[in-house]
């Protein structure tokens, strides 16, 4: 099982930042093999992929979000992955969620089978 935990989510002013934490844990959770993705979700809105990163390390990251958004990993701790989200702007607001997927990333949401619960994201203009 992979479990994964979000935190960091919270209300900001536009061009605000917030730094969002994903710990992935479980007995068969590696990060060489899983594929971890933030995604986001605003009210009636589908899922949007936001940032990825591979098993290989190679980190992706849409480009509705390229320079204000920084994907990483803790340099002490490869279960953690940390969203650095700078400049942000009231279209940012959702629903974040990381979502783990074995080997290969996908940009649909529904293909990752591990999930966690989601930290909102509020940017207020």
């Known amino acids: 099982q992979v479990q994964l935990v979000e935190a960091g989510g919270g209300s900001v002013q536009t061009g605000g930042s917030l730094r969002l934490s994903c710990t992935a844990s479980?007995?068969?959770?590696?990060?060489?093999?899983?594929?971890v993705s933030w995604f986001r979700q605003a009210p009636g809105k589908e899922f949007e992929g936001v940032a990825s990163i591979n098993i290989q390390g190679s980190i992706n990251v849409t480009e509705s979000v390229k320079g204000r958004f920084t994907l990483s990993r803790d340099a002490d701790d490869k279960n953690i992955l940390y969203l650095q989200m700078d400049n942000l702007k009231p279209e940012d607001s959702a629903m974040y969620y990381c979502?783990?997927?074995?080997?290969?990333?996908?940009?649909?949401?529904?293909?990752?089978?591990?999930r966690g619960q989601g930290t909102q994201v509020t940017v207020a203009s």
């Open positions: 479980g007995y068969v959770y590696n990060p060489w093999v899983y594929c």
């Open positions: 979502a783990a997927k074995f080997l290969v990333c996908s940009t649909s949401f529904d293909e990752y089978g591990h």
